[in-house]
C-alpha cells in the first residue's frame, strides 16, 4: 500500500498527539488489544479489525475522525475509538508479523469499511448490535462462537454479598432469616418445642438434628440461617459486539485464517485492501448531493419556452453521472422533473450528510445580459468560497465564459448543515443563452467543467 497514510492520534490519558504511519498505528492498537502469544490468525484478525477502525475514521476516506476529539482521527480511550499501547518502540515481534502480512487489508460491508467491533470472550454467543447500541447493523449480529472455552473469562465466579449488593443497587429487601425453607437447599423443617431441628431435608437427603450438629460441627442444633452473600455466574467478558478475541484465538487453533475468522464474526463482510483515491476513482469516499433547483410546477421559462425545472435536473442528472463513475456517493434532492420544495430538499441534503453540495439555478435577467455563470456562497463559509472559487475557475478556463462568485446569505445555503454553492449557469431571458442550454451537449459540458472544479477544490491539480 502506499506509504504516507498519515493518522493524528490523541492520547486521551496523557494528553499527547502522535503522528504517524496507518501502519504503526496498527502496531500500538494490537499491542493494546490482544495478548502478544495468541496465535497468528488471530493476531492477524485483530489486526484488520484495528485498521478498520481507524480507516473508518479518517477524513481521507471519508470518515468524521474521532467525534470526541475532533481535531484528530482517533483517540487512545479504548471506549470510545480504540485502546493504544503507550510503550512506544515496544511492538512484540509476533504483532509486527501480523500487521505487516495483512498489510492494507480491511473489512468491508457493501464496500465500505464496518465498525470492527471486538471484545474478550463472548462466552458462547455474540450479541445482536440493537441490544447493546440501540440500533440495528446489518454485520453485528449474534452468531454461534463455541471456539471460547478455554478463555479464562468463559465463566467467572463472583462472590458478592447481600449488603454490599443491596449498596452497589441501591435497594432494599429481607434476606430472610428464621427457618424458612431455601428451596433445594433446606425444606422439610420440622422442630421440636424448644425450637431445635427435629429433621431437616438439605438437598435430597434428610438429617436428624443431631447428625447436622455432628457433621457441620456446631455447637448445637438450635440454629437459624440468613441469606448474606450470592456468588454470581459471570458468562465471557465485554459488550459481546463483533469479534470475540478467545474465540478468534479458538478458531486460529483449530486451523481457520484470519479471514474466516472475520467472516465469522462479522456477518455478510469482506476482507479488501484499503481503496485509496486514484486518478481513476478521484472522489471515492466522497458523498456529493445535487439539488437541480427548482421543480416543474412553479417554473419559469425562456422566450423559447424552455424549462428551468428541466434544464436544471438534466443538468444535474448528468453531473451525478459523472461524479458517481469518479467514485463519490451522490445524492440528488429530487428524481425527474418532479416539483419538491425547499425544505423538503435541504432535508435530503442534510439527511445524506454530504462533503459538498451543489445546487444548480437559472437566472432570469435583463434579456441584453449574458455570458455570466455565477456563483454564491454562504458568508462565513470558507470550504463554500474555495469551492466557489474552483469552480468559477473550471468555468473560465474550460468554458470560456465569464463567471463570478458572491458571497450571499440565502436561505439554502444557510439550511444546509455542509459546505455548499449555488452556480446560475445561465440567463435563461437572453434567448441567445437559451438556444445554448437547450444543446445536450453545451449541458454536459457545463456539468464536466463543475466536476472539474470539484476536483480542482480537493486536489488543487492545474486544469488545462
Ligand atoms: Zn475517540
Ligand atoms: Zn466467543
Known sequence: MEQGLMLKVFDSRMKKVYRMELEEYVKYAVASAMPADFPMEALKSQ?????????????????????????????????????FSDKLGEIPESIKKAVEETSGLILTYNGNPVEALYH???????????????????????????????????????????????????????????????????EEIKTTGSGRIKRIKVGDREFSGEEIKELLSINSNK???????????????????????????GMALKGQDFANILKHYFTGTEVEKIKMPSEDNPLIFKKIAVDPGKGSEDDLCGPMGLSEGFINYEMARVLREILSKEGAKVILTRNNNEKKDLMERIRVINDFDPDLFISLQQNFLKPDREGYVEIFYLPGDKEGKRLAECIKEAFISNL????????????????????????????????????RISEEKYRKNVAQTIFSGIILYYYGLTLK
Not at 159 to 171: D, E, F, P, R, S
Not at 405 to 414: N, T
Request: proline content about 3%.
Open 223 to 249: 440454629l437459624n440461617w440468613k441469606v448474606v452473600a450470592i456468588a454470581l455466574e459471570i458468562m465471557g467478558k465485554g459488550h459481546g459486539l463483533g469479534m470475540c478475541q478467545y474465540g478468534a484465538r
Open 47 to 83: 489486526a484488520v479489525c484495528c485498521r478498520t477502525i481507524a480507516v473508518r475514521r479518517m477524513r481521507i476516506f471519508g470518515g468524521s475522525g474521532c467525534t470526541r476529539y475532533p481535531e484528530y482521527d482517533v483517540c487512545t480511550d479504548p471506549g470510545h475509538c480504540q485502546g
Open 120 to 186: 474478550d470472550t463472548c462466552g458462547g454467543y455474540t450479541e445482536d448490535s440493537e441490544n447493546v447500541l440501540g440500533n440495528k447493523i446489518s454485520y453485528l449480529r449474534k452468531v454461534e462462537c463455541g471456539f471460547c472455552s478455554d478463555s479464562p473469562h468463559y465463566v467467572t465466579r463472583r462472590i458478592i454479598t447481600i449488603k454490599n449488593l443491596k449498596k452497589k443497587l441501591g435497594v432494599n429487601f429481607d434476606s430472610a432469616t428464621g427457618k424458612e425453607d431455601i428451596k433445594g437447599i433446606f
Open 400 to 435: 470560456k465564459v465569464q463567471a463570478v462568485s458572491y458571497e450571499a446569505d440565502l436561505f439554502l445555503l444557510r439550511e444546509c448543515k455542509c459546505p455548499g454553492v449555488m452556480i446560475f449557469t445561465c440567463n435563461l431571458n437572453c434567448p441567445r443563452e437559451e438556444k
